[in-house]
T-cell receptor
Framework: ETGVTQSPTHLIKTRGQQVTLRCSSQSGHNTVSWYQQALGQGPQFIFQYYREEENGRGNFPPRFSGLQFPNYSSELNVNALELDDSALYLC??????????FGNGTRLTVT | AQSVTQLDSQVPVFEEAPVELRCNYSSSVSVYLFWYVQYPNQGLQLLLKYLSGSTLVESINGFEAEFNKSQTSFHLRKPSVHISDTAEYFCAVRPISSGSARQLTFGSGTQLTVLP
């Protein structure tokens, strides 16, 4: 039990639609990161939020956006979905310099 | 920028046999090194990490990894595997320097399958 909960566990969307994925972290985890894991690949860093501000971003287009809330929850939003966005999306959080705790992920399928 | 190469995508091994999962990395800055394990339909769990000090690090379930700076490697080993060790294993690095997002860069993973 890592204390990081993601919802939903599975999701099917159509190309061009928009999606919001949610993550609930442990109390006190002031940093949250999102990763995309395509089938058969390692996770790729999307972005990171620290105290509700984005403070790092990987090589993902602006249609990937996020929010972090004061209650230690966060969201990943993806607009104009493409087939290649099909992947497992992982949320991870930590407090200061402690190790990252990962959630079980949301499996997104874009048809 | 950093990159991580896991040389074997699949490693089948018989129960109670030893195993080594290989990991090499490339980075222009000093990094911390990690091994994560992913069981089916689950997220990643930290197996072990190298931050500083002794180059040999151990996990609570019998895995160990050795940091070799000259060869830029961080191979994972276990002297005797169990069926329950069947999982995907990911090697990852993270820059030591502060001030950046300090995100993890992962390899593509090694599927360890332990056979009875």
């Amino acid at each position: 039990e890592t204390g990081v909960t993601q919802s939903p566990t599975h999701l099917i969307k159509t190309r061009g639609q928009q999606v919001t994925l949610r993550c609930s972290s442990q109390s006190g985890h002031n940093t949250v990161s999102w990763y995309q894991q395509a089938l058969g690949q390692g996770p790729q860093f999307i972005f990171q939020y620290y105290r509700e501000e984005e403070n790092g971003r990987g090589n993902f287009p602006p249609r990937f956006s996020g929010l972090q809330f004061p209650n230690y929850s966060s969201e990943l939003n993806v607009n104009a979905l493409e087939l290649d966005d099909s992947a497992l999306y992982l949320c991870a959080s930590r407090r200061d310099n402690s190790p990252l705790h990962f959630g079980n992920g949301t499996r997104l399928t874009v048809t | 920028a950093q990159s991580v190469t896991q040389l074997d995508s699949q490693v089948p091994v018989f129960e109670e046999a030893p195993v080594e999962l290989r990991c090499n990395y490339s980075s222009s800055v000093s990094v911390y090194l990690f091994w994560y394990v992913q069981y089916p339909n689950q997220g990643l769990q930290l197996l072990l990490k190298y931050l500083s000090g002794s180059t040999l690090v151990e996990s609570i379930n019998g895995f160990e990894a050795e940091f070799n700076k000259s060869q830029t490697s961080f191979h994972l080993r276990k002297p005797s595997v169990h069926i329950s060790d069947t999982a995907e294993y990911f090697c990852a690095v993270r820059p030591i320097s502060s001030g950046s997002a300090r995100q993890l860069t992962f390899g593509s993973g090694t599927q360890l399958t332990v056979l009875p």
